[in-house]
Every structure is written in structure tokens, then in C-alpha cells.
């Protein structure tokens, strides 16, 4: 059974990203705002759930928080600001666009840019720990593969439909045969690189 709460009697966001380590598309991130009493058996790490069961726990997440949002970043302001700071500017969006101002934040990882002066945690695997950061990396997960889905229509020679935008032998395969994207980060071009057998 995953923590409802980190530090008693605060308002808490829980945050998570994903897409960090694609070679297309953007990074989301989430932020999830749950009562402090807030249970809910099925909430995991979304990498420990199935696509099915994220579904199913999406619409429950956003009718059972007190406050939810998403925040995204594309593959251009990737490549402009690299990875690692993109994950953190889509983590503040997604702070940001909460209706509820959070007294203590969340972050699954060991590292995080800080946020308007808002005490914040680092949690290593947190989102095995603690319902706000599954829940987040839930919502994160899903809003991203609703977007990679969209645009396997434009671009359907790359898999994204199944890949997601991930470094699998096919996508790579592909990127060797079509090139590149627009929705590509060229910031990861040593990655694409990578030997093909």
C-alpha cells in the first residue's frame, strides 16, 4: 500500500515525468494534489501497470484529486535546453496550472530545480512510495501516449503507435532508412547512433 502523505497537515503535490528517455516527442509531467487521508489500492507506479489498468485509473485520478494538471515540453525546446532542465520546466507547468497553491512538493528522482520557494522532497522510486507521485506518472505516462498515438498517423513508418518514441531497434531502424522529424530531438543524435544490430 502506497503513503497518502510525506509531511503531516501540508498540502502536498506529488510530480512526475515521462518520455525523459525518448528520441522523439515530448516530455510530460504531472502534478497530483490528493487529500491527506486519500486511499487507493490499484494506484502503482504506472512502468508496474498495465496500459489497460493506466486507463482505467486515469478518470479516477482526475475525479478523486483535489487538484491535477499536466505540463508538457517539446522535442525543440529539448534540444534547446536539454533533457534534464525540460523535465523540470514541464514539472513547474504542470505546478503551475493547479487550481490548489501545494505547501510541499513531491518529486520522484533525485533531482529537481526548485519551485517559487515551495519545500520540496526528492524520492528515489517515490512513485513506488507514495499515491500523489504514482498518480502522477500515471497521467503523465497516459496524456503522452495519447500524443505519440496521434502522431504514428502522420509518421507511421516509426512505430510510435507501440514504441512511443522510445530507442527500440525498430524505431532506431527506421530513423537509419527515413531520417529525421520534426518531431525528433537532433539533441539526441549520438543515441540514434547507436549500432543497429
Request: aromatic share 10%; charged share 20%; with cysteine.
Amino acid at each position: 500500500m502506497l503513503l497518502s502523505f510525506h509531511t503531516e497537515n501540508m498540502c502536498e503535490a506529488g510530480c512526475d515525468e515521462a518520455g525523459r528517455g525518448c528520441l522523439a516527442g515530448p516530455v510530460y509531467a504531472a502534478a497530483v494534489i490528493f487529500a491527506p487521508d486519500y486511499t487507493n489500492e490499484l494506484l502503482h507506479d504506472s512502468k508496474k501497470l498495465t496500459d489497460a489498468q493506466r486507463r482505467l485509473l486515469r478518470p479516477v485520478i482526475e475525479r478523486d484529486a483535489l487538484a491535477w494538471a499536466v505540463g508538457t515540453v517539446d522535442n525543440t525546446e529539448i534540444d534547446r535546453i536539454n533533457i534534464l532542465q525540460a523535465s523540470f520546466l514541464a514539472m513547474h507547468k504542470a505546478l503551475d496550472a493547479l487550481s490548489l497553491i501545494p505547501q510541499h512538493i513531491l518529486v520522484d528522482g533525485n533531482r529537481f530545480k526548485p519551485y517559487k520557494n515551495i519545500p520540496h522532497h526528492c524520492i528515489i522510486k517515490g512513485d513506488g512510495k507514495y499515491l500523489s507521485i504514482a498518480a502522477a506518472s500515471i497521467l503523465a505516462k497516459t496524456y503522452r501516449d495519447d500524443f505519440m498515438d496521434n502522431i504514428h498517423t502522420e509518421y507511421p513508418q516509426y512505430d510510435w503507435q507501440k514504441n512511443k518514441g522510445y530507442p527500440t531497434l525498430f524505431h532506431r531502424k527506421a530513423i537509419h532508412s527515413h531520417g529525421l522529424t520534426p518531431y525528433h530531438r537532433k539533441s539526441f543524435n549520438s543515441s540514434i547512433q547507436l549500432e543497429l544490430f
